[in-house]
């Protein structure tokens, strides 16, 4: 590690959600943030409160899927901010359906977000982290990488980024670079509003019925996976990598 690596963070998926309460803390343990998002009206808010609080924050539009977005966001982000050496790849969106009833449209779309994003995310910023030869991944997978009925595509995607995770941490640890995954359960997100939806429950019915299946009683926030994500960028974190930690109010296989 140099001696004084950049305290640069990238979050993707941060125009609200998980990715907007992790960049959040973030920048609450001293990072300068750049959040990533579609939704340039998101991201523009989250920064410009990071900022109101004395940080240092930008908010970038892209479609983490398309290479060209993608490398020109992370170049504008160590013009603007340094060099990044944490990245946080939270971008995702679901298409449900059950898989005879699944387009192709809905598997390339979530498959292409999840997987093709956090591949194109990584391989841009890794370049910052092996010359600074100190950086953190961490990529948001699910408990529904365990199966899950009407997300064939969601499921694979969040398999598919375990094994992503575990291989970052093989090539990219001589460079002092960590990789791990989090898994999280039920968190209540406009996401997961969106399922109540679809399965025609109101949301406060959805987490109660949610929250009964839960060890802990409760259904999670975006701030319970913000708290890990903050420990596994941490120094305290540097010999922890290629783990996969479910964060589910309780055990998962």
Do not use: C
């Not at 609200?16 to 803390?25: C, P, S, W, Y």
């Not at 900022?51 to 020109?72: H, M, N, P, T």
């Not at 679809?198 to 959805?206: A, Q």
């Amino acid at each position: 590690m140099t001696d004084s690596p950049s305290r640069v963070a990238v979050v993707t998926g941060a125009g609200r959600g998980i990715g907007a309460a992790v960049a959040a803390r973030l920048a609450d343990d001293g990072f300068a943030v750049a959040l990533l998002d579609l939704d340039e009206a998101g991201v523009k808010q989250g920064a410009e409160a990071i900022v109101a609080k004395g940080g240092k924050a930008v908010g970038v539009a892209l479609d983490v899927s398309d290479a060209e977005q993608v490398e020109a966001a992370v170049t504008r982000v160590a013009d603007e901010l340094g060099p990044p050496v944490v990245l946080i790849n939270n971008a995702g969106i679901t298409r449900d359906n059950l898989i005879f009833k699944m387009t192709e449209q809905e598997w390339d779309s979530v498959l292409d977000v999840h997987l093709k994003g956090s591949f194109l995310m990584t391989r841009a910023v890794q370049k910052y982290m092996t010359q600074q030869k100190y950086g953190r991944i961490v990529n948001l997978s699910s408990t529904s990488a365990l199966g899950n009925r009407g997300q064939v595509n969601y499921s694979a995607a969040k398999a598919g980024m375990q094994g992503f995770t575990k291989t970052l941490a093989i090539e990219l640890g001589k460079f002092n670079v960590t990789a791990n995954a989090i898994a999280p359960g039920f968190i209540a997100t406009d996401m997961t509003a969106a399922t109540a939806e679809r399965l025609g429950m109101g949301f406060e019915e959805f987490k109660a019925a949610a929250a009964t299946q839960i060890p802990v009683q409760r259904v999670g926030t975006p701030d319970d996976i913000a708290h890990l994500a903050s420990f596994l960028v941490s120094e305290g974190a540097g010999f922890i990598s290629g783990q996969v930690i479910y964060a589910a109010g309780g055990p998962k296989d």
